[in-house]
């Protein structure tokens, strides 16, 4: 006695969907976590350079490197590092930052200033304030950081 075995080769059209529809969920649920994840990871990097472009400033000016003041000039989408007592936008020795994913806005320095420039021997200025560093499209997510009239710079 033979038994005739019907053998299934293959999925069936249902299976396909379903599974096709699953990775569809998952791609989906990914993709937004991706993208939130990448505008996290940008501000926390912005923040670190402008940061560190600050204590560069700060530490040119107490090393008097080049025997001058240097300072950080703040637009909306960049920040720039000069040296001089004022900043000059044609000066070819300033250091451009543009920003991608984020801007600075706004921009709240003593006497309504975008400059931070820092003083020779003391390291201290005379435009302490804040600059709220955020995410394009995403005020929510941002960083202020904090410019004491000491020179020092924090962020929260």
């Known amino acids: 006695m033979f038994l005739y075995k019907n053998k299934q080769q293959g999925f069936s059209f249902i299976e396909l969907i379903i599974v096709i529809a699953i990775i569809g969920i998952f791609a989906v649920v990914g993709s937004g976590s991706w993208g939130e994840y990448n505008k996290r990871k940008a501000l926390e990097t912005d923040v670190q350079s402008i940061l560190a472009t600050l204590e560069e400033a700060r530490s040119n000016t107490l090393q008097s490197v080049d025997s001058s003041k240097h300072g950080v000039h703040f637009e909306a989408s960049r920040f720039v590092l000069f040296k001089g007592a004022s900043y000059n936008s044609s000066d070819p ?64």
């Open 93 to 156: 020795e300033n250091e451009i930052h543009d920003l991608q994913k984020t801007s600075l806005s706004p921009i709240a320095l003593s006497g309504g200033e975008s400059n931070v420039i820092f003083e020779r021997l003391s390291g201290k200025t005379n435009q302490p304030g804040t600059i709220t560093v955020s995410v394009i499209g995403n005020p929510a997510a941002s960083k202020v950081i904090t410019i004491y009239g000491t020179g020092i710079v924090e962020f929260r």
